[in-house]
């Protein structure tokens, strides 16, 4: 952490007494060290001096504060509105939503972000190929259940047919919106970090074609895909292109499996088409404004609600009769003297203008400055739950398919100081073994239920951590999925591979391994007067519901003990056994001793009840 340095650390009183105990090594002649001595007068002058000084270079404004924050990557934030996505209810004929039409429900306000043009085309079937079965499941999904487009087990060469009432037209853009079931004990990390880093390796890839006038299937063009093959909810853009032949009587989409390395199956609850993308905006006609001409001009917007990276400022230059564009900068200190721009000062809902040294002056005129795509938000507190949207300039009915939600207030300076402290406690570098275990488990993308580092260890390292390996470093990563023994496929080892490579340190090799899993096999002799068959089903019950395994931790009769003196019913445990079907040691109490780099998977429990 870096130490905050107090430069203000001497008073006045101070500064003199420590010039007079100097005196006598510097100037052993000086012998009036009295009040009324000019010397002593000269000190007292400077020690004035060097406490007014020694003040303003402690002192830090917040523009410096800001430029210092910025050196460590945090960047101002001015918010974001949320974000709701949509589905046009009904319509008989097409239509057509200009980009910034506004639609509303009470006092929230939501714009479209770019041109929509609507068909009155709709899906009319959804159906399934896989192992050689078609079927259809449009109505399933209509009525709320979900289901496994390429199966339990995903297959390639498995299918899904989307088919729609009216034909498509060439070149123009489509989306759907496919609603996955998201719901697992563990959760997937985000993807849009690995995005912005260098892209997500998927673990599924899905081929679209659609079915041409022919009948053959030809090549769609798929522009963005929010769900990465199906592996959680978002957007799917698509059109035909230009050289495309779609047939004139209807409309059908097929995608194919070609690759699947899922954690857990793709499962839909639900598919939409006509899909409207809306922002909770509004934004406002020009707004004009008098240049003074002075230095450090602010002018105050008539908002307090501002979504600030919208704003487009202008300013008039009378001799040249033209109208240049100004940028924002985080702060003034940053410009020269002739750059154009201006900073925002969010918490009076203002701009500032330069002084001819920091950022050029605007020349002085009436409605000299203009602000236009000024964008009113909530921004965070756009973020509520809604149903439906209607718009005065159209009569479509939008019914919402997410809440709004996404949105994002303005940063404060002191919560731009507690994300640096956030920063500097992330691990940046693997170097403890919780950094191996924090990074690899926070893989963007990945459902990750827990990980285990051993350092020092490599695969097939005997005796291991009395032996060791210089410089190598392993890490034990079990994905979450459905079945009981989760292992790493390819996608989840390239994903972890990526990220770790981001990390760790130049000299030391990373090995990502699956744990050894070990069949535990538990043995019982109990005795009760209760129904035996009730007895089993509660015994089971609690020993698969209490017994944890974890990385390197042995299977002892103790635990069992423990777990048995909750099941009631039981008036004797007369013997507990343990063995594992792999070659593993046992303790001389007959426990079972799990390596580091296994876990105890119990396979089997055999009860065999006592009589008197």
């Not at 989409?253 to 690759?259: E, T």
């Not at 109490?589 to 580091?596: K, Q, R």
Request: aromatic fraction near 10%; charge should be negative.
């Amino acid at each position: 952490m870096i130490k905050n340095i107090n430069l203000d650390d001497q008073n006045f009183d101070l500064i003199v007494e420590n010039a007079r105990k100097a005196i006598r090594k510097y100037a052993p002649y000086w012998t009036d060290e009295n009040a009324h001595d000019p010397g002593i007068t000269m000190i007292e002058l400077f020690a004035w001096l060097k406490e007014m000084l020694q003040y303003y270079m402690d002192q830090t404004t917040e523009p410096l504060e800001y430029q210092f924050l910025k050196l460590f990557g945090i960047q101002r934030d001015y918010g974001s509105p949320a974000e709701v996505i949509t589905k046009v209810i009904h319509i008989d004929e097409v239509a057509h939503l200009p980009f910034k039409t506004q639609f509303s429900k009470g006092r929230f306000t939501f714009e479209t972000q770019r041109d929509y043009t609507l068909d009155p085309a709709n899906i009319c079937d959804v159906q399934l190929d896989y192992e050689g079965q078609i079927k259809s499941i449009y109505n399933v999904i209509d009525n709320g259940l979900t289901v496994y487009p390429f199966g339990v087990n995903p297959v390639v060469g498995s299918s899904v047919y989307i088919e729609f009432d009216a034909p498509h037209v060439i070149d123009q853009i489509y989306e759907l919106y496919f609603h996955v079931y998201e719901a697992y004990e563990v959760k997937r990390n985000p993807i849009e970090r690995a995005q912005m880093e260098g892209g997500f390796i998927p673990l599924g890839i899905i081929q679209c074609t659609y079915k041409s006038e022919t009948g053959a299937w030809e090549p769609l063009e798929v522009l963005a895909d929010e769900t990465f093959g199906l592996i959680k909810s978002g957007l799917v853009t698509y059109r035909i292109p230009r050289s495309g032949n779609p047939a004139t009587d209807s409309f059908q989409i097929r995608a194919k499996l070609v690759s699947a390395d899922y954690d857990v199956p793709p499962r839909v609850i639900d598919v939409f088409n006509r899909i409207i993308k809306l922002k909770q905006t509004e934004t406002e006609p020009l707004i004009y404004f008098d240049a003074t001409g002075f230095p450090n001009q602010v002018i105050e917007l008539p908002f307090e609600a501002i979504y600030y990276p919208s704003l487009l400022v202008e300013v008039y230059d009378g001799e040249l009769d033209e109208w240049h564009m100004w940028s924002s900068v985080d702060t003034l200190y940053e410009a020269g003297k002739e750059d154009w721009c201006y900073t925002v000062e969010s918490e009076i809902h203002s701009l500032k203008f330069g002084d001819n040294k920091n950022g050029a002056v605007p020349p002085k005129g009436l409605n000299a400055i203009r602000v236009s795509g000024l964008e009113k938000s909530l921004l965070d507190l756009g973020n509520i739950a809604v149903d439906e949207l209607t718009s005065e300039a159209t009569p479509v009915v939008l019914k919402c398919l997410t809440n709004a939600k996404g949105g994002r207030g303005i940063k404060t300076l002191e919560q731009m100081k507690s994300e640096l402290y956030c920063q500097m406690n992330l691990a940046n570098v693997a170097v403890t073994e919780a950094d191996y275990e924090q990074i690899l488990k926070n893989t963007p993308g990945l459902m990750i239920d827990k990980t285990k580092c051993l350092p020092l260890y490599r695969p097939g390292l005997e005796d291991y951590p009395n032996r060791l390996a210089d410089n190598e470093v392993s890490v034990l990563v079990v994905p979450y999925g459905l079945e009981s023994q989760n292992r790493l496929n390819k996608a989840y080892r390239k994903n972890l591979k990526r990220e770790i490579e981001k990390h760790r340190m130049i000299t030391t090799e990373v090995h990502i391994l699956n744990p050894v899993y070990y069949d535990i096999e538990v043995y019982l002799e109990l005795k009760s007067s209760h129904d035996h068959t009730l007895m089993n089903e509660r015994v089971n019950t609690c020993i698969r519901t209490l017994y944890k395994n974890d990385f390197g931790q042995d299977v002892s009769k103790s635990q069992f003990y423990k777990i048995l003196s909750e099941v009631q019913g039981i008036e004797k445990i007369s013997s507990i056994r343990l063995s594992c079907l792999q070659p593993l040691s046992k303790s001389k109490w007959g426990d079972l001793e799990i390596p580091p780099y296994g876990i105890g998977y119990l396979k089997r429990i055999e009860i065999v009840w006592l009589e008197d």
